[in-house]
């Protein structure tokens, strides 16, 4: 060791590099965004998903529904609490992420008064913007004389069955997506298909998993629905021709009467009626899956049917019940997934893998009413980014040319409203697989599917560079001329918006935006009386 000249030997300091290390443990690694709750601005101990797709620590929500409040979240949207579904992959990944960078994790839920001072803070807020509200308001209605065009699906009915008896088609955003806004007053609006195929309002529909009712168990409506409890006891009878009658007694006592549906579906029969959706006896399984779909036909049901726990013994039955309990639960499942709050959940929960697969299945019902229970599920973004996962966009276009092609088209059009959707049609060959479908689809074919065809086309041309040139490799211009002289008005003009858009482009005029030109319209140029463009 070195001498200092006094003799003693010479200590060498390291402070500074010390001083450098403490600082370094100092600085806390920053979690991700994710991780942080939007309200409490705290990492999440208990962090659920709502309705709308954004997730929250559970004490937030807790609050602002007992506040009767809405946040404004930064993006401008708003959040819906209506329903709440725990996030288990999030939770985990912030316990990992908490174990790895040697971060305390939450113990426990963040204090309730904290929470609610903050949100009261935000409610004060909000209230300071009410003046901006409704001049914006205002300045909305005033424009809602000219509506944006929209880009929406054919108009035209997708299944010509419809019941006399309007009260039981109710306004949804699941029925209203399917009918184009552009106004065309000659075309009236057609509602979609919103019951299940399996469903039968005939007393003499009767299958073959139907037997006689023992006559000790009263059909008359009025008096079984007063003895709730005493028909969820049968439906839990160890006894299987007890159990057998009981739930065909259900099922039929649900076929006809609207009021016995709602005052029957109770929390108490809803859970004997999920024992017997996983029964193994092919009696009591097809008539309690019936029984379900009936009660699921009232609105007011179907909400409480999805918070009761029973719609993955409905996933189970879908994939391996009997053939008769399958097509009933693809109904349950459709007519479950017409209400708003429910999509969500059932993706969550696992349906649409079962329902891809089912698009396969012997039973034409089955095909249809999953076909239709993917369309309605798919409305909801996050949806969208599972089928995309699943690979759902290869098995769509594979069953373009059978007979599901009309509802195939409808969940296509979905998916190409997305991005992640957009990109892997543009990859899977869409754009050929759908000229191809337009010049094989006769005019006088069923028009939903030409306008259907159309309207994925379009939504597939906006914003994207990639098109033009997948367009011309399928000769898609002639096609496109034909529809704009033969197709039908909502046909037309996308089909003209897509030709103008392609001529202006080749004509050099590079400084165009084209996504307004796509979404917004443009003018009709004509050279010697028709469409001219150019690939």
């Known amino acids: 060791m070195a001498g200092n000249g006094n003799g003693k030997p010479k200590r060498w300091g390291f402070w500074s590099n010390k001083t450098a290390k403490a600082n370094t443990k100092s600085e806390k690694p920053k979690p991700l965004d994710e991780f942080i709750c939007p309200i409490s601005g705290s990492l999440m101990f208990d962090p659920v998903i709502v309705s709308s797709g954004q997730t929250f620590e559970r004490t937030s929500v807790v609050v602002c529904h007992h506040l009767n409040f809405v ?13 709440v579904i725990p996030n288990l992959a999030l939770k985990k990944a912030i316990t990992s992420w908490c174990t790895s960078n040697r971060t305390d994790s939450p113990s426990h839920a963040p204090d309730y008064n904290l929470i609610e001072a903050s949100v009261r803070k935000l409610m004060t807020s909000d209230e ?78 009767s299958t073959s998993s139907e037997i006689v009712v023992d006559e000790t168990l009263n059909p008359n409506p009025s008096s079984t629905v007063s003895d709730e409890e005493n028909l969820c006891t049968k439906l839990q009878s160890i006894d299987v021709i007890e159990q057998q009658q009981s739930v065909i007694l259900l099922r039929k006592l649900t076929r006809t009467d609207e009021k016995a549906r709602v005052s029957i579906c109770t929390l108490q029969l809803l859970g004997s009626l999920r024992e017997c959706v996983v029964s193994r006896d092919v009696v009591v ?30 996933i189970d039955v879908l994939k391996s019940g009997f053939d008769e309990s399958r097509e009933h639960a693809a109904g349950a499942l459709f007519s479950l997934a017409l209400e708003e709050e429910n999509k969500m959940a059932i993706g969550v929960l696992g349906a649409l893998q079962p329902l891809l697969h089912a698009l396969h299945s012997d039973s034409e019902r089955t095909r249809h009413d999953s076909a239709l229970a993917l369309y309605h599920l ?10 995309v996962k699943l690979g759902a966009v290869s098995t769509l276009l594979t069953m373009l040319e059978t007979g599901l092609a009309g509802r195939v088209l409808l969940v296509l059009c979905n998916l190409a409203a997305s991005n992640e959707g957009k990109s892997v049609l543009l990859d899977s060959n869409a754009v050929e697989c759908l000229f191809r479908k337009l010049r094989t689809e006769s005019v006088d074919s069923t028009e939903s599917i030409r306008e259907n065809c159309v309207a994925c086309l379009y939504s597939l041309s906006i914003g994207s560079m990639r098109f033009k040139g997948l367009a011309k490799a399928a000769g898609g211009a002639e096609v496109l001329r034909e529809v704009a002289e033969s197709g039908s008005e909502r046909a037309q003009e996308k089909a003209k918006r897509m030709l103008t858009a392609f001529r202006e482009r080749d004509d050099g005029e590079e400084g165009r935006d084209w996504r307004a030109l796509l979404e917004g319209g443009a003018s009709q140029t004509r050279y010697g009386g028709g469409y001219s463009t150019a690939f």
């Open 71 to 83: 946040p404004l979240l930064p993006d401008g949207s708003k959040p819906d609490f209506s329903t």
């Open 128 to 205: 300071d913007d009410v003046r901006i509200r409704v001049s914006e308001r205002d300045l909305i209605n005033k424009m809602a004389e000219k509506p944006q065009v929209m880009l929406t699906h054919a108009a035209t009915q997708l299944n010509p069955q419809f019941v006399d008896n309007h009260r039981r088609f109710y306004s949804s955003s699941s029925e209203e997506s399917v009918i184009a806004n552009v106004p065309v007053p000659d075309t009236p609006p057609l509602p979609l298909v919103t019951r299940p195929s399996c469903y039968s309002s005939s007393v003499s529909a």
């Open 285 to 314: 399984q097809t008539n309690a899956v019936a029984a379900l779909v009936n009660l699921s036909l009232e609105k007011r049901n179907k909400v409480k049917i999805v918070r009761s726990g029973i719609v993955p013994p409905l």
């Open 378 to 387: 798919s409305l909801v973004q996050s949806n969208r980014v599972k089928l």
